[in-house]
């Protein structure tokens, strides 16, 4: 393996999303350095925030139909029984909902929880909240998808937050997912939720840490052996 291979394995990957904003914010950071320096030195992190913002690192997701993995890297802010949206047709009856908050500092890739079909896409203008707001799921601009599974439908739901300001979805209707498989992005602060089928058995609490693809949040099947976990 060659020096160049070796480097370019150890740096995690763009996402092409991210392509324009670094290159604006590059050549912001060329224009105002050659005034003010000290505008450059600003612009110059300003430029490396962008990047690390867009960064598409690989990850490893378990391989079992019985998990549900984390749809977004962020902290878990919200576990409890909600009326889904009601352009998801998931019914009127509360279901399991458990919401992933990302902050501008977290990868902002979102990744299918479960392996299914999309059977449903559902885009909902609205208002920009802070995405940790439970009010948030009501009133803020949305984009949901619901994911047809041999355990039921899941419903994953990217919320627009206060920063954020653009939704992006990867897929459309029909296509086949698996779990862990990127699926959309979200532009700056915002929020994923992610709601459950009756037959799972949510295994985070309110604040764990979650990585998207990886942190498993619940498991399916009232049979399923008990699992232990250490957080941290």
Not at 47 to 60: E, K, L, N, S, V
């Amino acid at each position: 393996m060659s020096i160049i291979d070796s480097i370019r394995r150890q740096l995690t990957p763009i996402h092409p999303e991210g392509y324009i904003f670094v290159a604006a914010f590059g050549l912001a950071t060329l224009i105002l350095g050659s005034f003010f320096s000290a505008l450059g030195w600003i612009g110059g992190i300003a430029t490396a925030w962008c990047i690390y913002f867009f960064r598409d690192p690989a990850r490893h997701t378990p391989i079992d139909d019985t998990l549900v993995v984390s749809p977004a890297d962020g902290v878990v802010s919200s576990i409890g029984f909600f009326i889904a949206p009601p352009e998801l047709g998931l019914g009127v009856e509360p279901l399991q909902r458990i919401s992933v908050f990302m902050s501008v500092f977290d990868c902002h890739v979102n990744r299918a929880p479960v392996r299914g079909r999309v059977v449903k896409i559902a885009y909902r203008p609205g208002v920009f909240l802070n995405a940790d707001l439970d009010k948030a799921s009501e009133d803020n601009e949305r984009n949901g998808i619901v994911i047809e599974s041999a355990a039921g439908r899941f419903g994953v739901v990217q919320i627009a937050g206060l920063i954020a300001r653009r939704i992006v979805c990867f897929v459309r209707q029909g296509e086949s997912l698996e779990a862990g498989e990127r699926f959309g992005l979200i532009r700056f602060g915002s929020r994923v939720d992610v709601y459950l089928p009756s037959a799972a058995r949510v295994l985070v609490t309110i604040g764990s840490k979650a990585i998207a693809g990886e942190t498993v949040l619940a498991e399916l099947g009232a049979n399923a052996p008990r699992r232990n976990f250490k957080s941290g």
